[in-house]
C-alpha cells in the first residue's frame, strides 16, 4: 500500500531538486506528479497526468457499488415480473448486477473525467500563486523517511500532508 505526500514548492529550479533528491531516495519517476499552473513550462519534470487531475478513479470507485446494486435490482425486478426465468434466476442476478456495475464503473468514470480531483481544491490558491504542487507515492514504511528527507534538505518545500490510500496502477 501506498501513501500520496504532498509538498509545495515555490518554483520550478526547487521542484528539479527534490525531484533528482527523491530520485536518489530510489523513489521511481513514475511515482512523482509535479502539478503547476497552467502554462507554466516544467523541463523535465514529472507532469501529474490526467489520473491525478481528475476525480476519474474516486468516481469509478463510487459508481461501482451503486451500479452493482442497481443491477441487481433490475434483476430481481425481472425475475418478478417473468416468472418463466425463475430456473435461471441465480444466472439473471449474477449477469444484472455484473452489468450493472460495469456501467455504473463507465458513466462514473465519464463523470470523474470533467471534474477536478477534490484533493486538490485545497492547493488551487497557491497554484494560481506560481507554486508548485508535487505529489509522491512512496510506501506506507517510507513516509518518514521521504518526508524527513525532503524536509532536511529543502526547508523550501512545504509538507502539505498526505493522503491515505493511493491505488497500485496510477
Keep these: ?10 518554483n520550478v529550479e526547487v521542484a528539479g531538486k527534490v525531484v533528482d533528491e527523491l530520485l536518489l531516495a530510489r523513489v521511481e519517476e513514475r511515482h512523482i ?8 513550462p516544467l523541463g523535465d519534470l514529472p ?4 489520473l491525478q487531475k481528475s476525480d476519474f478513479l474516486p468516481a469509478v470507485e463510487r459508481a461501482i ?10 434483476g430481481l425486478v425481472a425475475l418478478a415480473l417473468e416468472p418463466g426465468i425463475v430456473v435461471a434466476g441465480g444466472a439473471v442476478l449474477l449477469v444484472s448486477a455484473l452489468a450493472g456495475a460495469g456501467v455504473g464503473a463507465w458513466l462514473g ?5 470533467n471534474v477536478g480531483n477534490t484533493r486538490l481544491r485545497a492547493f488551487e490558491g497557491a497554484i494560481e500563486r506560481g507554486e508548485l504542487l508535487m505529489m509522491v507515492d512512496v510506501p506506507l514504511e517510507r513516509v518518514g523517511e521521504i518526508s524527513g528527507r525532503i524536509k532536511k534538505h529543502h526547508p523550501e518545500a512545504q509538507p502539505e500532508g498526505t493522503e491515505p490510500t493511493v491505488p497500485p496502477f496510477p
Design 1 to 10: 500500500m501506498r501513501r500520496r505526500l504532498y509538498f509545495l514548492v515555490p
Design 33 to 40: 506528479h509535479v502539478l503547476a499552473k497552467r502554462g507554466t
Design 47 to 50: 507532469e501529474a497526468s490526467f
Design 65 to 74: 457499488p451503486l451500479g452493482g446494486a442497481t443491477g441487481t435490482l433490475a
Design 109 to 113: 468514470g465519464m463523470v470523474g473525467m
